[in-house]
C-alpha cells in the first residue's frame, strides 16, 4: 500500500523566511503529486500540482520540486507572512484512491 | 459559482443511531470522493464515484458504511449503528475529469460534516 510521510507535524518560522515542507511517498511512482491547504474547520484548498517530468513549479511565492528519484517534494513558501499559516497536505492518486499526508501544522510567527 | 457544499455541518448523534451526510458538488463535475479526518489525522479515503461506473468502495471501513449518488450528482453517505469511533470530520470533494484531457483530478472540497457520536 501506498504510505505518505510529511517531514513534521509541526512547524514554526519567523515572519520573512522561507519555510520548507517535505512529503515522502513509497512503494509508487505518481504521474503527479498535489500540494492542499487548509484551514482550521475547512476543507483542504488545491495549490499546486507537479507531474513527475517536472522538476520544479511556481506560483507565486510558492514553490514545489518533484524528486522521482528520491520520491520526495519539496514545497516552499517565500517570504512567508502569518497569513500562511495553516496545514499543507500533499497528495498523489494511488489507482483509483488518493492518498494524503498526514499534513504539516505551519505557524508563521509576526 | 458555486462550490462543494455539505450538510448537516454538525451532527450529534447517539450510539446506534444511523445518519445521512449529504454531498452537493460543483455542477458538471464526473467524479465524487467521500474522506474522513479525525482530530489531528490525515485525509482517509472512504469511496469514489466517476461518471456512470461502478464506485470504488475500497476505503469504506465496514459494511456499516454505505454511499449512493443520484442522477451523477448528490451523493448521500449513511452511516448504520453509529460507533464513537465514527466520530469525525466527513469531507466530501468533487473533480472535472475531462475525456482527452490532462489527467489533474483536482479536488474542490466541502466544508465536511462534523460528526460527534455520543
Known amino acids: 500500500s501506498q504510505k505518505i510521510e510529511q517531514n513534521s507535524e509541526a512547524l514554526n518560522i519567523q515572519e520573512g523566511k522561507t519555510a520548507t515542507l517535505t512529503c515522502n511517498y513509497t512503494?509508487?511512482?505518481?504521474?503527479?503529486l498535489q500540494w492542499y491547504r487548509q484551514d482550521p474547520g475547512r476543507g483542504p484548498v488545491f495549490l499546486l500540482l507537479?507531474?513527475?517530468?517536472?522538476k520544479e513549479k511556481r506560483k507565486e511565492r510558492l514553490k514545489v520540486t518533484f524528486d522521482t528519484t528520491l520520491k520526495q517534494s519539496l514545497f516552499h513558501i517565500t517570504a512567508s507572512q502569518p497569513a500562511d499559516s495553516a496545514t499543507y497536505l500533499c497528495a498523489l492518486r494511488y489507482g483509483q484512491n488518493f492518498v494524503f499526508g498526514p499534513g504539516t501544522r505551519l505557524s508563521v510567527l509576526p | 459559482g458555486a462550490g462543494v457544499s455539505q450538510s448537516p455541518s454538525n451532527k450529534v448523534t447517539e450510539k446506534g443511531k444511523d445518519v445521512e451526510l449529504r454531498c452537493d458538488p460543483i455542477?458538471?463535475?464526473?467524479?465524487l470522493y467521500w474522506y474522513r479526518q479525525s482530530l489531528g489525522q490525515g485525509l482517509e479515503f472512504l469511496i469514489y464515484?466517476?461518471?456512470?461506473?461502478?464506485?470504488?468502495k475500497s476505503g469504506l471501513p465496514s459494511d456499516r458504511f454505505s454511499a449512493e449518488r443520484t442522477g451523477g450528482s448528490v451523493s448521500t453517505l449513511t452511516i448504520q449503528r453509529t460507533q464513537q469511533e465514527d466520530s469525525a470530520v466527513y469531507l466530501c470533494?468533487?473533480?472535472?475529469?475531462?475525456?482527452?484531457?490532462?489527467?489533474?483530478?483536482?479536488?474542490?472540497f466541502g466544508p465536511g460534516t462534523r460528526l460527534t457520536v455520543l
Open positions: 464515484f466517476q461518471g456512470n461506473s461502478a464506485p470504488d
Open positions: 512503494n509508487y511512482s505518481p504521474a503527479y
Open positions: 470533494a468533487s473533480s472535472l475529469l475531462l475525456a482527452g484531457g490532462p489527467r489533474t483530478d483536482t479536488q474542490y
Open positions: 455542477s458538471g463535475h464526473t467524479a
Open positions: 507537479i507531474r513527475e517530468n517536472e
